[in-house]
């Protein structure tokens, strides 16, 4: 049987030089008696798995908000998929999985509910009050809101994956990394960065012909579609929508990813990385596109933003979600008792604006838009203790 010992052992024998070793690592906040069998990262992983905020994850909005059909993808889906496509590309580039992986399953914790307008609702809430930024949030559910141990407040995962979570997609703007004075994160966190951008384009593009959000036939404009349309319907003629969108989908997150390895392999050599630091510490990041990749993927994302984000079904739900928050916001500012009870917790030196912030960007899609109705709707509730 394996010990974590072991498992150490070979992640020094097996991984590339400038991957992160979990008996490396730099620790936890608050010092705990090391696992038998797991390593430090793989607790870090499962702890994020067994979290409030990642079960909430379910039913919150992806573009599509839960109600709208079972097929769309949410938070939780949308998780797993870039764990999927991150430990894909970890294990062929002989980085360290496990911490990839926890990085990518925590990403989007701090996401609050109704997906980006939520974020922009929530940030302009607070800004005089110190803003909101999901990458934050998430930060601050793992060190503070997540309230699962005696011994201390949030999950106490190890600096590295706090570090990934928080360096997610913004490099100027992270407390971790400007203490340490490490300009760039570890490859781990580079690659659940790309991943999680290689997912959300690819199956958006999947959500959006499936609800109808998109033509097909107007996706001849986008060339990552438009090469991949061409070799599939060399193989098979005829192909039905359902299956030719599913494997033109695949063909793209395959092209993304076969580049984004390459990519990053040729920059490794042409760094001269060799450990860890050199990663952090580079002129330029490490892991990403060839160029010509990079302008494919962001005709996508242009196309995408054009033509689904600004669909006028998305828009009129990016409407009442505002609508919802920011309603929520005015009575909880108003009343503050109508917030639950861990909201006043005894002795918080946080303010109330934070409380509220926590509260709201905590909830889901369908328990905002019930505590709404609660709030705003005169019959809603009545007779019943709440």
Known sequence: MLKRQDIEKLEEQYLAPYAVKSGASLGRRIREKEHAYRTRFQRDRDRVIHSSAFRKLEYKTQVFVYHEGDYYRTRLTHSLEVAQITRSICKSLRLNEDLAEAIALAHDLGHPPFGHTGQRVLNQLMKDHGGFEHNRQSLRIVTVLEK??????????????????????????????????????????????????????????????????????????VTLWKENEKVLEQRYANLDLELKKYQIVRAIINDLVTDFRKTTLRNVRKYGIETVDDVRSCKARVAGFSKECNEKNLELKRFLFKNMYHHRKVRRMEFKAELYLTKLFEAFSRYPELLPETAHKEGSKDSMERRICDTISGMTDRSSIDEYKKLYSPDEGLGTLI
């Open 148 to 221: 699962r141990y005696p011994d201390f407040e949030g999950l106490n995962l190890t600096w590295e994956v706090q570090e990934g979570i928080s360096k997610h997609s913004r490099d100027g703007d992270n407390p971790i990394l400007k203490n340490k004075q490490f300009k760039y994160p570890t490859l781990e966190g580079q690659v659940a960065d790309f991943s999680d951008g290689i997912a959300y384009n690819a199956h958006d593009l999947d959500d959006g012909i499936t609800s109808n959000l998109l033509d097909p036939g107007e996706l001849g404009s």
